[in-house]
């Protein structure tokens, strides 16, 4: 499978943004998927996971509350619906996937992902 992450931009804080990752192959549905960014001068981070199926999700504390990841299987597709952004959520995101034979699976290191998208860049004016 290969992936391709964007919908980012140059918005406001207190905006909202979805970014999407589209995937090719037919056997997107067996592969876990995450959402990692990575600010100038850091280290990437886990952002946000969504198991094969989409029933189960994972985020990462700062984020909680603030952004939906989901998926439309038939379409490739996996989402994460940014709201309430703030200046620091500004970074480059990327998704990466993972092939599963679990559904429950969620994974939250860059170590565990095989397939990574490019990168969108979202930044946050305050």
């Known amino acids: 499978v290969q992936l391709q992450a964007s919908g980012g931009g140059l918005v406001q804080a207190g905006d909202s943004l979805r970014l999407s990752c589209a995937a090719s192959g037919r056997t997107f549905s067996s592969y876990a998927v995450g959402w990692f960014r990575q600010a100038p001068g850091k280290e990437r981070a886990f952002v946000a996971a969504?198991?094969?199926?989409?029933?189960?999700?994972y985020y990462t504390d700062s984020v909680k509350g603030r952004f939906t990841v989901s998926r439309d299987n038939a379409n490739n597709t996996v989402y994460l619906q940014m709201n309430s952004l703030k200046p620091e959520d500004t970074a480059v995101y990327y998704c990466?996937?993972?092939?599963?034979?679990?559904?429950?699976?969620?994974?939250?290191?860059?170590?565990?992902?095989?397939?990574w998208g490019q990168g969108t860049l979202v930044t946050v004016s305050s």
């Open positions: 969504i198991s094969r199926s989409g029933t189960s999700t």
């Open positions: 990466a996937a993972r092939y599963s034979m679990v559904d429950s699976v969620l994974l939250t290191s860059t170590y565990a992902y095989a397939v």
